[in-house]
């Protein structure tokens, strides 16, 4: 089981904060992993170039980077932040 947390935009977006996905297949592509979070929620396609995923805290750009996750593991999407 995986934990997705979802942050400002990303949790508008979805209506949750965050969500147990139970089957994810590892290691995936970062870019695979955000696919398989448009198809549960298509409307974070709103964020489509412009989010950041975050493994155990670390930042991930969604892309050809392969990430190993682990029963436990946290996963949140960051959308851009704007601010001053």
Request: aromatic share 4%; hydrophobic share 45%; charged share 20%.
């Amino acid at each position: 089981m995986v934990l997705v947390l979802y942050f400002a935009k990303s949790a508008e977006l979805t209506g949750r904060k965050e969500e147990e996905l139970p089957d994810v297949p590892t290691p995936i592509s970062s870019g695979d992993l955000w696919r398989l979070l448009l198809r549960r929620h298509p409307r974070l396609s709103a964020l489509q170039h412009h989010v950041v995923l975050a493994v155990r805290q670390q930042y991930v750009a969604v892309g050809d980077q392969v990430v190993t996750l682990a029963d436990g593991d946290e996963v949140a999407v960051v959308p851009p932040l704007s601010g001053g």
